[in-house]
């Protein structure tokens, strides 16, 4: 998440004195790429792995600064939740064995955490989003207590003016209002980094652009959010609007999200998506801790160019253009942002390896990639590849139209090969990491397909709780043997876990999938729902979804026994409804509805958040839980 040092309180005189020295740094930087003082003649990777904590429930773990505690290694950080963590990996020079360095390290860093969790009844998940998520997990008492991460979240409910809200369709829909940025805690990414040499810039970036749909494709891990499954990459649109600071205007007129892939090719140099950043996104953070850049440049000196990396912090492009000094000389990097954490470390080098591979050779045979394919078309294969992986239909150079399988096995493969082949990569790596990109796209089973397809094998077999939480138990066993995604079997219900921690609360299992009528509508069409659906209760909601009233299989038997239904008259629901039923929130625990249940003999329990109806309890519902946790129980006795 960059800087930690922030200001939290804002004013004018500061919002000032920040973009002086922003302004300076960018004028800095153009006179260190005239005086050719970036580092060239080598070319570096890296990368940041972000990760879930859980507990033995396999649900958030707001362990991370306990975790912290135990483990003292500058490489691990905080990220923005108490639930996740982040471990930066040494630079190494691409060639060789670097691949591998990258794999070892990141297992050691791995086993480290992993060692340190333990003690605190924790595990780590690698996925790009962690299925067992809720939204009562993304409250501000979940952030880091960290002054940058609040003062980003100031910052970016004043400028929208509103709360976060915005739909994402998949197999699912998902429509969410939110009213902080803890949104973007749902996402665990795989950044990897990439020196180029200042010359060089802007045509590598370009290639970047290009590469990132077929890479992201065969990347996928994050299909499902809040029990929805949406996108193959549903990161890419959670987190474009997680921190969008857009105001209803600025959506109007079209203006770019602070996240964003870009909509032009660069021309020239980096120094062009620096001004650009800066023109078109306010300032959100400021700091006192910049230096005047100019005047150590006079001085023979290289600048940290701090009010910069502050202000580009806070522009998430896919791939972002970093500025960075490495034994004091300065140096260019392409942050590529899209690969989510996950399934498995070998399946992230790998897919490091198509990245770097691509990057490489491409551009020997594509020196200008701007001549073989459209912007737009670049794009469009971006957003495709982030929602249907593989299966995504490609326009790509010149002209030519595939899935992204075909283009990846039958023209990619090959030249990602002959890329790492290029730079020095071991043969005996590029084989490694090639082949498991090879059958991954073969059998077709990202880390997203594999959890799409576990959940429907066990649709049925077990509430949704209990499949995200099983799910989640054989990710983190798949993960502890390293074994690639394309060799994992079907996740199916996990025994081990603790069951009750599934049923623990009626939003659990409660039933979301509502028919519902209003207070006007007539009795004839209530009775005909509760036929046609085999259900013996009704909600009544207004226009606006709250809850109004509750009409049940009894209360139409009244009716009829009273003789008050005829063909001459028409008899509203509001007649017969009992107005303002007995409700209860998703956070109420189940014994405790049981016991309202029983005590009210009531037979069903609207459940609503903020007085809209969100799902219904019945005591059929009640009695299949009783069933199913007795079965359980005498099963284990």
Known sequence: MGEQSVHREQDDGMMRVFMKALLNDVRAMERMLEEGMFETGIRRIGAEQEMFLVNAARLPAHTAEAIMARVNDPRLTYELAKFNLEANLTPQVLGGDCLRKMERELTELMAVVRDAAAKEQTEIVLSGILPTLKKSDLTLDSMIPNPRYRALNDAIMRLRGSQ????????????IQHDNVM????????????????????????MAQVVTAPVIAAAVNSPLLLGKRLWHETRIAVFENSVDARSDLQKARGTQPRVHFGDRWIEESVIEIYKEDIARFRVMLTNDDHQDSMELLDQGKVPRLDALCLHNSTVYRWNRACYGITDGEPHLRIEHRTLPSGPSIIDEVSNSALFFGLMSEMIEHYPDIREHIAFDDTRANFLAASRYGLQAQFRWLDGQQMTAQSLIQEHLLPMARQGLARVGIRKTDIDRYMNVIEKRTGNGQTGARWMLDSMKSMDGTMNSDEAMRSLTSS?????????????????????????????RTVGQFMTTDLFTVQADDLIDFAASIMEWKHIRHVPVEDDQGHLVGLVSHRDLLRIIARGNTSKDKSVAVSDIMTSDPLSITP????????????????????????????GVITEGDMLYVAGKLLERFLEEG
């Open 164 to 175: 976060f809200g915005f739909s994402i369709k998949g197999t699912d829909s998902l429509d």
């Open 183 to 206: 949104l973007e805690a749902c996402n665990a990414s795989y950044q990897i980094h990439f020196q180029v040499e200042p010359d060089e810039f802007a045509s590598l970036y370009n």
């Open 475 to 503: 990710i983190i066993k798949n993960q502890i043997t390293d074994r690639p995604i394309h060799r994992w079997r079907k996740a199916e219900l996990c025994e081990q876990q603790d069951w009750r921690e599934s049923y």
């Open 587 to 614: 956070d109420t625990p189940t014994v405790d509805a049981i016991r309202l249940m029983r005590q009210k003999k009531l037979a069903c329990l609207p459940i609503v958040t903020d007085d809209k109806l969100v």
